[in-house]
T-cell receptor, first 115, second 114 residues
């Protein structure tokens, strides 16, 4: 069975500071990993994904994440926070079995940006 | 292309009543998924349709929940009778077969049972 742990249900950073949201996973097979963002009153939007290949993945809005197999981690970073980054972020994993692509999510991290 | 559409966006019902949520996937997406987020907890998988067939319904909480997908197009999720613990946000997602990375989520339906 697969699982996702997101450390820190709430994270606050100052505008312009580094954003680091942590995600650790467990999976019995090579995982597919995702970060989604949910802005207030909106649906889930894909930020970035790792399937195979390069372990450093770049996404939208300046975010990136690095797949580290030895640490079973997929932490999300952004060098400089912007006020518009305030949202809830979800890490997710899938075993990527063809035809059964259900996602297992973490509990989410709410990011607050301090002016 | 139009996105995944869910309605209603909000629903408030009394305990014991029935509610039906609807999801219209992206045209041509054979795969349709339902997820639920209870307040403060993780988003949990409920079930997966491939066209009109239920591929995996291992996440359905109990027999008060009934999901259908008529003709492999839109899907409904009925809760009957609703209980307080059913409150949460219900998300629908769709994808083409084999394209895990192209999941598209709807905006969700916020269900409040009082």
């Amino acid at each position: 069975a697969q699982s996702v742990t997101q450390l820190g249900s709430h994270v606050s950073v100052s505008e312009g500071a580094l954003v680091l949201l942590r995600c650790n996973y467990s999976s019995s097979v090579p995982p597919y990993l995702f970060w989604y963002v949910q802005y207030p009153n909106q649906g889930l939007q894909l930020l970035l994904k790792y399937t195979t290949g390069a372990t450093l993945v770049k996404g939208i809005n300046g975010f990136e994440a690095e797949f580290k197999k030895s640490e079973t981690s997929f932490h999300l970073t952004k060098p400089s926070a912007h006020m518009s980054d305030a949202a809830e972020y979800f890490c997710a994993v899938s075993e990527g079995n063809f035809g059964n692509e259900k996602l297992t999510f973490g509990t989410g991290t709410r990011l607050t940006i301090i002016p | 292309e139009a996105g995944v559409t869910q309605f209603p966006s909000h629903s408030v019902i009394e305990k014991g009543q029935t509610v039906t949520l609807r999801c219209d996937p992206i045209s041509g997406h054979d795969n349709l998924y339902w997820y639920r987020r209870v307040m403060g907890k993780e988003i949990k998988f409920l079930l997966h349709f491939v066209k009109e067939s239920k591929q995996d319904e291992s996440g359905m909480p109990n027999n008060r929940f009934l999901a259908e997908r008529t003709g492999g197009t839109y899907s409904t999720l009925k809760v009957q009778p609703a209980e307080l613990e059913d409150s949460g946000v219900y998300f629908c997602a769709s994808s083409r077969g084999g394209s895990l990375a192209r999941y598209t989520f709807g905006s969700g339906t916020r269900l409040t049972v009082v």
